[in-house]
Structures are given as structure tokens and as C-alpha cells.
């Protein structure tokens, strides 16, 4: 009963990790071929529903790390994910106004490439093209290559300061339009007696990367070292 339920979740990762591995390259691809063609001012279009769907797909694992499929425990997969999400459907998606700016074509190549964290936390660590092909891998061969193994501890070094970079940049740009809209504004009197400035909420979201995104780099930083050195006396 262990061996096949064991079985059963090496390929549910593996056709999981596969599944978004093969998104995220789709948007990879459509962003480069776009920039490169059309220019910055229509990557989002070109990237949207691929986006959606592949950055959306990380919600599974919170439900991952609750049936303990994966070591990812809840405090650490839910922050991340949550500012991810709210950066592809409270901003983007909801602002068109930023849409065609340059930072959306940094943004999704940066975290095409990678997504950098905590390596024991598999959500908030990697490479989500290196990643994921690298948990593919892992999970339908039993092991992947060295050369991978470093490039999803590496990579992050240059495209995670990038990435955060157009995050914050993105949710400043939208906060103008956020308060002039006044969208997901919830105005008193209300039966339930409750107020909501989204201005505010997206204000707040900033303020989170001050102080955590300087320490996540250093805590990643320190790992990348713990990891690489394991791998290289083995």
C-alpha cells in the first residue's frame, strides 16, 4: 500500500512539475519572440493567458504542503504565493493602464527563468524553467544532473533582484490608477459594517519587500552555499 501510494504521488509531482515547466517555457518564449518583434508594449498580451495559468498553478502548493506531498510548510509557501497572485490578477489584470509597460517584459522573463528562494522550501526556491524541469527530473528518473542542480541555486543571484525589482515597480505604477478607479473599494454603510481602501492594501503589499526581500537574498545566498558545498564533497 506505501509503495503505490508512493508511486502515486512521483507521478502526480512529475506530470505536475512537467505541466508547469511547459507553461512558464511558453511564456518564456512568448515573451522573448514579442519583445523582439513587437516590442515591450505588447508582452503582456502575448503572454497573458500562459501567465495566468502558470503563475496560478503555484496555488496547489499550499495543498501540496497540506497533504504533506512536498516539505514546503504553509507560513512559508503562503506569502510568496500570495504576493505573486496578487501581482498577476489585482495588478496586472486588473489595471490594463500598466500592461505595456517595459517592466512587465523583466518581470516575466526574470521569473520565467527563475524564481529564487529558500532551497528547502520548494515553492519559494527556484528556478521555475530550471526549476520545474529540474522536480520533473527528479521525480520521473530519480535524480538530475549536476549542472542543473547549480543552475537552480545560481541563477536567482542576477533575476531574483530583477524580478522584485519590476514587482514593486509594477504595483507603484498601478497605484494611481488603484485610486482613481477606486476598484475593490468596499464603501460604508455595508450590512457588514466594513471598509476597504484596495489603495491601501496595495500600499501595504509594497512595504512587505523592504524589509523581507533584503533578508530571503541573504538567507538564499546562504543556502546556495550550503547546498553547493554538499554536492561538491559528495
Partial sequence: MAGSLSLLRRVYLSLYNW???????????????TLWESGHEEVYNAVERPL?????????????GLVGLVRSPITATLPQISSRLFLIWGILWSFPEVQSHVLVSSLVI????TEASDTDFP???VLIIIRYSFYGMKESLGFSPSWLQWLRYSTFILLYPIGISSEV????????HIKSSEKYCIRMPNK??????YFNVAVIAIAFY????PHLYR?????RKKVLAKSKAE
Fill in 210 to 213: 523592504i524589509p523581507g526581500s
Fill in 169 to 176: 515597480g509594477l504595483t507603484y505604477l498601478a497605484l494611481p
Fill in 52 to 64: 495566468q495559468f502558470a503563475q496560478s498553478a503555484a496555488f496547489l502548493e499550499i495543498l501540496h
Fill in 110 to 113: 526574470s521569473w520565467s527563468i
Fill in 192 to 197: 457588514w459594517n466594513f471598509s476597504l481602501e
Fill in 19 to 33: 505541466a508547469v515547466f511547459i507553461g512558464w517555457f511558453q511564456v518564456l518564449y512568448l515573451a522573448v519572440k
Fill in 123 to 125: 515553492f519559494l526556491s
Fill in 219 to 223: 538567507y538564499m545566498l546562504g543556502q
